[in-house]
């Protein structure tokens, strides 16, 4: 089946810095690629998604990028701002998605 | 009504209670999924409804029974579970589209086993 892994599990930056999550996957056959925001106590919350027919995806401060190829894509985040910290999970999906073990973000102000 | 709604949001109970957690969207979604979630791990895929039959058990033990009574709401059933059991129990729905539809997670019900 599908195996997601993503890096780093950690990740610390200043505020106004930008912030890379990168994530591989194992199954060629996936063609949709979510990222979602978990704060502490609250539910996984959609923050930007791709399909497999498109290379990029903007929205504002937040973009994704998917190399089919290479089987991984990432998340990028800039000027990234205190209420940005929180955990990040990607995940893949044929049928299912399947998470990445996550990322916690800290931005410091 | 773009959100999917469950209750109890908090949930104790011991080894040999019976108990359900509920799940309820109004977006128009036909599949329906819960999750099991640890502290510190990402959401486990448990059970995935769609058009409300079972379409994926993921070797869930018994003493969880998933039920869907309608398009609009998911069951879980609880007995006889485990302390290891105790967790973020998540529900979410999405349009069943070979897995390229957005899912949109509830808020979850959070499950401690004495």
Known sequence: ?109 | DTEVTQTPKHLVMGMTNKKSLKCEQHMGHRAMYWYKQKAKKPPELMFVYSYEKLSINESVPSRFSPECPNSSLLNLHLHALQPEDSALYLCASSQPQRGLETQYFGPGTRLLVL
């Open chain 1, 1 to 109: 089946g599908e195996n997601v892994e993503q890096h780093p599990s950690t990740l610390s930056v200043q505020e106004g810095d930008s912030a890379v999550i990168k994530c591989t996957y194992s199954d060629s056959a996936s063609n949709y690629f979510p990222w979602y925001k978990q704060e502490l106590g609250k539910r996984p919350q959609l923050i930007i998604d791709i399909r497999s027919n498109v290379g990029e995806k903007k929205d504002q401060r937040i973009a994704v990028t998917l190399n089919k190829t290479a089987k991984h894509f990432s998340l990028h985040i800039t000027e990234t701002q205190p209420e940005d910290s929180a955990v990040y999970f990607c995940a893949a999906s044929i049928n299912k998605l399947v998470f990445g073990a996550g990322t916690i973000l800290r931005v410091k102000s």
